[in-house]
């Protein structure tokens, strides 16, 4: 009997050692799994392990919020659809007609201490002079990851940034001698430059942008200053007063009123406004004068508030996605303006306002735009009676 009990319990113990075996399996062959994926991470440049973990990040917060823009719908519309589909994050934009409505609410923002926004996609001009001494900007650089976005050699002039503190990056670069014809009404030639609108046969026939705000009338004094001076220019404006030029903030009114006709002679109009009227027939042109124009990034910059952000990866992804090759292709055609990054196209369809080989060209700096509160200053007395 004994030695029945003994077989047993050696029976009962080759049983435990072969269940134990059969559990610890599975694990062993597990194992090798580890060491190939530390491999694939070791195999990455250190931007590929930072950019996989700030993706993977941002598609958890799954939206950038409060996006405060002056770009067009045609193009808020075409980027949230491509960027939803490629990262499965959504876009929120807060569109607002003048950079200064976006300082409004911005500054309300901060003052109740709320961080609502993620990006801001305003002009140079209004982030520079109007919310960099409110403190609301911060350096958009530490945003940046990808190699191809942060080299200077993909982008005009060899500039990313408009600003030494590299706030601001410029994103269109449209060569703009701000003046245009509607070709039914002024023959090609006719004005050669902008003296040849101090003819009489022009007084009450211009339509032009308001120069008392912050915008393409602003931004065309400017020029004239960097061409002429500051006293030729000043004389020069108080004499095109004397023109009786129809002022109105409407950007697009503006833009339609010279493609229909009512006025035949445009400064310093809204070119995505003027580009939509060219892109469906209507007889309007550039006129390459001979003080040349100025390479402008207008409403289509981009730049980050200060501090807190409330989605702070998913508007990394979003950031540096949209100053790619991919990105800054379907924002183009979406502005209706050249990028200022040069492997991408012109727009579809876009007539063009390229300098020209011999055209006096005027880059848009921090120096220039130093001047925006003194000229809105001159113009509010020169111009002021004369915007409705």
């Known amino acids: 009997m004994r030695r029945l009990y003994l077989l047993i319990a050696i029976g009962v113990l080759l049983a435990s050692v072969l269940s134990a075996c059969a559990v610890k399996g599975p694990e062993l062959s597990a194992k090798p799994v580890e060491p190939a994926a530390a491999l694939s991470s070791a195999n990455k440049a250190d931007w590929e392990v930072e950019w996989d973990r700030v993706v993977q990040a941002g598609k958890r917060e ?10 067009e719908s045609t193009a808020r519309a075409a980027l949230t659809k491509a960027f939803g589909e490629k990262y499965g994050i959504e876009l929120e934009f807060n569109p607002v007609s003048k950079g200064t409505q976006g300082t409004m609410k911005l500054t309300a923002e901060r003052r109740a201490g709320l961080y609502m926004t993620d990006v801001i996609g305003l002009g140079g001009t209004t982030v520079m002079t109007e919310m960099k001494p409110a403190g609301i900007p911060g350096p958009i650089e530490p945003m ?66 308001d120069p008392t705000v912050a915008g393409s009338g602003n931004s065309w004094e400017r020029m004239i200053v960097k061409a002429w001076g500051m006293d030729k220019a000043r004389d020069y404006l108080r004499q095109l007063a004397k023109q009786e030029p129809m002022i109105i903030r409407d950007l697009r009114l503006s833009a339609e009123w010279l493609a229909r006709g009512k006025y035949p002679v445009g400064l310093a109009l809204h070119s995505p406004s003027l580009a939509e009227f060219q892109k469906a027939g209507a007889p ?41 090759k991919e990105g800054q292709t379907i924002f183009a055609n979406g502005i209706f303006r050249p990028s200022a990054r040069l492997d991408v196209p012109l727009p579809d369809g876009y007539s063009g306002i390229v300098p020209l080989p011999g055209d006096p060209v005027y880059l848009e700096d921090e120096e220039s735009m130093a001047l925006v509160g003194p000229l809105i200053e001159a113009s509010k007395e020169i111009f002021g009676p004369l915007v409705k």
């Not at 799954?62 to 770009?71: E, K, L």
Request: net charge positive; aromatic share 10%; charged share 20%.
């Open 62 to 71: 799954g939206v950038v919020s409060g996006i405060y823009t002056q770009w």
């Open 144 to 209: 940046l990851i990808l190699p191809d976005v942060k080299d200077p050699k993909n982008w005009m002039g060899g500039k990313l940034f408009l600003d030494k503190d590299r706030f601001v990056i410029g994103m269109s670069a449209t060569y703009n001698p701000y003046l245009d014809r509607n070709t039914e009404q002024v023959k090609e030639g006719e004005i050669k430059s902008y003296m040849d609108l101090l003819d009489p046969k022009w007084k009450g026939k211009i339509v032009m942008g």
């Open 284 to 324: 309007v042109a550039r006129v390459r004068v001979k003080e040349g124009g100025s390479v402008t990034a207008s409403g289509s910059c981009l730049s980050v508030p200060a501090g807190q952000l409330p989605h702070p990866n998913a508007a990394r992804v979003f950031i540096n996605w949209l100053l790619t």
